[in-house]
Antibody, heavy 118, light 113 residues
Framework: EVQLVESGGDLVKPGGSLRLSCEVS????????MSWVRQAPGKGLEWVGR??????????DYGTPVKGRFTITRDDSKSTLYLQMNSLKTEDTAVYYC?????????WGQGTLVTVSS | DIVMTQSPDSLAVSLGERATINCKSS????????????LAWYQQKPGQPPKLLIY???TRGPGVPDRFSGSGSGTDFTLTISSLQAEDVAVYYC?????????FGQGTKLQIK
């Protein structure tokens, strides 16, 4: 069974930093392109960014609101995806989901809550 | 960024009736060389992560009931539920994956009338 488990969500002050993790099991993580999507409380889905597999270049792309502040990385030896969030703003408050960036096998975690507030 | 606009924002349909949700993109998401539309539909039930229903605008995902269908091309797309079931109550989102940043519509809340 494939599992994606996010962790690291917390309450953080504006301007602060936080790193989220997404541990993946049940699939060959090193081959997977992975994404982060967020959802502010009571709001819609927002694409945060994605990272390709290393064999496909390992490159990253980001949504406009987070570009330059957020960084997606991966550790294939640990089957873990990361989201480093810097210069956090109140509008970054959301549940953050990791998911496999695949059409035929599109799998999601349950999400982790990040709250940015003073 | 490509802007995705869904209509309506909310919809109430009787059980067994047809539900139709529209999605319009600010530019074409049809990739001419493959003749594929880079458009997906997701379903999100309360307290759950999204579930991919449709990709390439009209291809159902694994295990998706055939009452769900997608249509359209270029900039205008439709998700149709042919006979609404109680378990279809959810928020539905379209998403373009034609170019990054991939963008979602604002969502359409589907309820039972």
């Amino acid at each position: 069974e494939v599992q994606l488990v996010e962790s690291g969500g917390d309450l953080v002050k504006p301007g602060g930093s936080l790193r989220l993790s997404c541990e993946v099991s049940g699939l060959t993580f090193s081959n997977a392109w992975m994404s982060w999507v967020r959802q502010a409380p009571g709001k819609g889905l927002e694409w945060v960014g994605r990272i390709k597999s290393k064999t496909d270049g390992g490159t990253t792309d980001y949504g406009t609101p987070v570009k330059g502040r957020f960084t997606i990385t991966r550790d294939d030896s640990k089957s873990t995806l990361y989201l480093q969030m810097n210069s956090l703003k109140t509008e970054d408050t959301a549940v953050y989901y990791c998911n496999t960036d695949s059409l035929v096998r599109n799998l999601w975690g349950q999400g982790t809550l990040v709250t940015v507030s003073s | 960024d490509i802007v995705m606009t869904q209509s309506p924002d909310s919809l109430a349909v009787s059980l067994g009736e047809r539900a139709t949700i529209n999605c319009k993109s600010s530019q074409s998401v049809l990739y001419s060389s493959s003749n594929e539309n880079y458009l997906a539909w997701y379903q999100q039930k309360p307290g759950q992560p999204p579930k991919l229903l449709i990709y390439w605008a009209s291809t159902r995902g694994p295990g998706v009931p055939d009452r769900f269908s997608g249509s359209g091309s270029g900039t205008d797309f439709t998700l149709t539920i042919s006979s609404l079931q109680a378990e279809d109550v959810a928020v539905y989102y379209c998403q373009q994956y034609y170019t990054t940043p991939f963008t979602f519509g604002q969502g359409t809340k589907l309820q039972i009338k």
